[in-house]
């Protein structure tokens, strides 16, 4: 079986320009173009969100897909599953905005859509061969690969670091 | 011959499917029987309010095959009873006659309401406690032919029936003893937001007060009378007053039942081959150690699988739960409670800050450089953040007016 690809983000790359977050927002927006997307209600909504840590840090984040991912394991509606790619998925139609997923996210990845009352995550654009997020990054902050190519170690001690405080 | 398994799951909720599909990660082979008293397939409890409502129907509720339950061939019976445990023999007794023996077995049988041996008159018919599916569909029966339903007790679970019955179109009354609703998730000053919106959302409260008495005639209830002497007609009543661990099977065997199923630190209890996990079980806080008995589907969960993992041999360590750890949203207000908030007696720290549409109370312990817990109201970004800062027992100096001002964000930790 090949691997499948992740998304990585190289913090030291990002210069905090915000391309990746309107990419991921038209992506997922019904008209697919910046101009449509603009005037949508609700208005669509990034999944990826940069953030800045001090002196001057800029710091991309999206959902990590964890192995054992609390969110998944959390819901209450069985809204959450992790398809064959590996990919962990939030089934609008289930979920019942609840919020225990943002409760148990480490990583603060995971959106309310207040006007729906639901909540939303990086689907990894199934649609696209490459994420919308990662084809608009300039700078090569963001790449798509396999774990093993992107020198695994980065996202393995990451993950581990979680792993042991989840149990 | 006698039937056997080699893993036996009592109890089909969340923490005995857990366990049942955490198993089936490890062991491919080894037959797994769960066993409900329950008519129906293990199910997602927390939306049985949305079955009241009918928002939800049974179809949408069942666990096999959603989420993270989609490991197959795990044999579940419904409708089975275990009456009684014989440690010696490594077997269960059903109440249907039949009994079967194991290998290991998971104590997973949850909780149910509990029932106050004070109020007079609970008998009746249209007073109901909803815990099941097949509660649920008898309160939305009850709930059409009646205009007036009056709850007793203001905790998050009976919040959630409320609103599930005003849904229907009912006039519902709620009747809290303490001085405000979610007593036990918050204190009342933290609650004012949400008051205010359980107020508009057209719920009537009345604090400070208890039933005594529930009068029926013969079409049921028709009223509930108060300690005040105050009576407010009714067709139905819905109690929500916590629940207590099901553990009456385990009378006499042997199994240590201390407030719930005693466990180690790996799930097991003090009998050989024998695990238990989710509200059954003594967890216990991972901040304090405190040994408790949780209601949560997330402990139940974690707990479950952790059990699972060892009854299929691979050790684990349970690393605990908040006894507090809930989020949900109740009249359009979302509120996360986590960790201690309690903290009228005792010494901490409280950071308290609120706005016109958001309320958060940060806890700190005394000496102010742990958090150790949260209240959000309104706003819960990130809320997942403050847990992991909780649990991990994080030194929070460098970030401490982060989580007071309540900007922190992952790349903190980067
Ligand atoms: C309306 C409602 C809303 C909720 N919302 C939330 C929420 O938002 N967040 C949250 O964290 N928690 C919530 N909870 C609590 C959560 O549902 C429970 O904590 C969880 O279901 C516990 O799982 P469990 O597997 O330990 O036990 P249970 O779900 O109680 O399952 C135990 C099963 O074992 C069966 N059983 C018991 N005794 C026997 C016996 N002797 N023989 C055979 N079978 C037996 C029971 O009938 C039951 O089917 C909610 C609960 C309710 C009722």
């Given at each position: ?5 992740e998304i ?6 990002c210069?905090?320009c ?13 008209s ?7 005037f949508?209600?609700p ?10 840590s ?5 710091i991309?984040l999206v959902c ?11 819901c ?11 990919v ?8 019942i905005?609840?919020?225990t997923?943002?409760m148990?996210?480490?990583?603060g990845?995971i959106?309310?859509?207040?006007e ?23 700078t ?5 690969e ?22 | 011959m ?18 049942a ?5 490890i062991?491919q082979?080894?037959?797994i ?13 927390p939306?049985i309010?949305f079955?009241v409502s009918?928002e939800?129907?049974?179809?949408d509720m ?17 409708g089975s009873l275990?009456t009684?445990?014989?440690p ?7 109440e249907?006659?039949?009994r ?8 997973a049988t ?6 106050p ?11 109901f ?11 939305a029966?009850?709930?059409e ?8 007790g ?7 029936a409320?609103?599930?019955l005003l849904?229907k179109?009912l ?5 809290v ?12 000053e ?10 508009q959302?057209g ?6 007060r208890?039933?005594?008495?529930v009068?029926s ?6 009223a509930?009378g108060?300690?005040?002497?105050r009576?407010l ?7 929500g ?23 180690d ?5 003090n ?7 989710g ?7 991972p ?6 008995v949780t209601a ?15 009854m299929?041999?691979?050790k ?15 009249a ?10 309690h903290t ?5 720290e ?5 706005t016109?549409?958001?309320?958060r109370?940060?806890?700190?312990n ?12 309104g ?5 997942g ?7 991990e ?12 001002d ?9």
């Amino acid at each position: 079986m090949t691997q499948p690809k992740e998304i990585f983000v190289k913090t030291d790359r990002c210069v905090g320009c915000l391309s990746c977050t309107i990419a991921c927002a038209v992506a997922h927006s019904n008209s697919r173009t910046l101009f449509g997307a603009v005037f949508e209600k609700p208005v669509p909504k990034s999944r990826i969100y940069v953030e800045w840590s001090d002196p001057d840090k800029k710091i991309p984040l999206v959902c990590r897909h964890c192995e054992e991912a609390p969110c998944m394991f959390a819901c209450i509606s069985g809204a959450i599953h992790r398809d064959e790619n590996g990919v962990v998925l939030t089934d609008t139609d289930k979920c019942i905005g609840c919020w225990t997923c943002v409760m148990v996210c480490p990583y603060g990845v995971i959106g309310r859509h207040l006007e729906t009352h639901k909540a939303y995550r990086c689907d990894r654009c199934p649609d696209r061969d490459v994420p919308a997020c990662v084809s608009a990054c300039p700078t090569g902050a963001l790449v798509y690969e396999t774990a093993a190519s992107f020198s695994g170690a980065v996202r393995k001690s990451a993950s581990r670091e979680l792993i042991r405080s989840e149990g | 011959m006698e039937e056997s398994t080699r893993y036996l799951i009592a109890g089909g909720g969340a923490a005995g499917m857990a366990a049942a599909h955490a198993i089936r990660e490890i062991d491919q082979e080894g037959t797994i029987t769960l066993l409900t008293d329950e008519a129906d397939q293990p199910y997602f409890r927390p939306l049985i309010p949305f079955l009241v409502s009918g928002e939800k129907k049974d179809s949408d509720m069942f666990m096999a095959g959603s989420g993270p339950y989609k490991s197959g061939n795990v044999s579940v019976r419904t409708g089975s009873l275990i009456t009684w445990f014989d440690p010696e023999q490594k077997t269960v007794y059903l109440e249907n006659g039949g009994r079967i023996g194991y290998e290991k077995i998971l104590f997973a049988t949850g909780s149910r309401p509990y029932i106050p041996p004070d109020i007079e008159g609970l008998d009746a018919d249209g007073v109901f406690a909803l815990r099941t599916m097949a509660d649920a569909r008898s309160m939305a029966k009850r709930a059409e032919q009646t205009s007036h339903a009056v709850m007793l007790g203001g905790g998050v679970l009976n919040l959630k029936a409320a609103f599930a019955l005003l849904k229907k179109g009912l006039k519902v009354t709620l009747i809290v003893y303490s001085p405000e609703v979610l007593s036990q998730l918050m204190e009342p000053e933290d609650a004012f937001l949400i008051r205010k919106a359980l107020d508009q959302a057209g719920l009537k409260i009345i604090n400070g007060r208890s039933a005594e008495i529930v009068l029926s005639g013969k079409n049921g209830v028709d009223a509930v009378g108060l300690d005040n002497g105050r009576e407010l007609s009714c067709g139905m009543v819905c109690i929500g007053k916590g629940v207590s661990p099901n553990v009456h099977f385990l009378e006499g065997s042997g199994v240590i039942v201390d407030g719930g199923v005693a466990a180690d630190m790996y799930t097991a209890c003090n009998i050989k081959d024998a695990y238990t996990a989710g509200d059954v079980a003594v967890a216990y806080d991972p901040v304090s150690g405190d040994r408790m008995v949780t209601a949560l589907w997330t402990n139940a969960v974690e707990m479950g699988r952790c059990a699972g993992k060892n009854m299929a041999g691979v050790k684990t360590k349970y690393s605990g739960t908040f006894g507090i750890l809930n989020a949900t949203q109740v009249a359009d207000e979302p509120f996360v409670s986590m960790g201690t908030v309690h903290t009228k007696e005792g010494d901490f720290e409280v950071q308290r800050s609120s706005t016109a549409g958001s309320y958060r109370k940060m806890v700190f312990n005394a000496g102010g450089d742990r958090l150790i817990g949260a209240v959000l109201v309104g706003d819960i970004t990130n809320a997942g953040l403050y847990r992991y800062v909780i649990r991990e027992k994080k030194p929070v100096d460098r970030i401490k007016q982060n989580i007071i001002d309540h900007t922190l964000h992952y790349g903190h930790f980067v």
